[in-house]
């Protein structure tokens, strides 16, 4: 099963999401941009069944 892109929020904006899921694992990816040095956070979960 390959990943699947459930959410996003490409902006413009000052943060732009995306959500990502595999299964039962989901990837949330935030990417915020400070001048010209883009950072990004993630965080994992898994759904509960």
Same mark, same amino acid.
């Given at each position: &099963?390959?990943?699947? #892109? /459930?959410? #996003?929020? *490409?902006? *413009? %904006?000052?943060? %732009? $999401? %995306? #959500?990502?899921s595999h299964?039962?694992?989901?990837? /949330? &990816?935030?990417? $915020?941009? /400070?001048?010209? /040095? *883009? !950072? #990004? %956070? =993630? !965080? =994992?979960? =898994?759904?509960? *069944?």
């Open positions: &099963m390959p990943w699947r #892109v /459930d959410w #996003v929020n *490409p902006g *413009p %904006a000052t943060v %732009a $999401t %995306a #959500v990502f299964g039962a694992e989901t990837i /949330d &990816m935030t990417v $915020t941009c /400070d001048g010209t /040095d *883009p !950072s #990004v %956070a =993630t !965080s =994992t979960h =898994t759904k509960q *069944p």
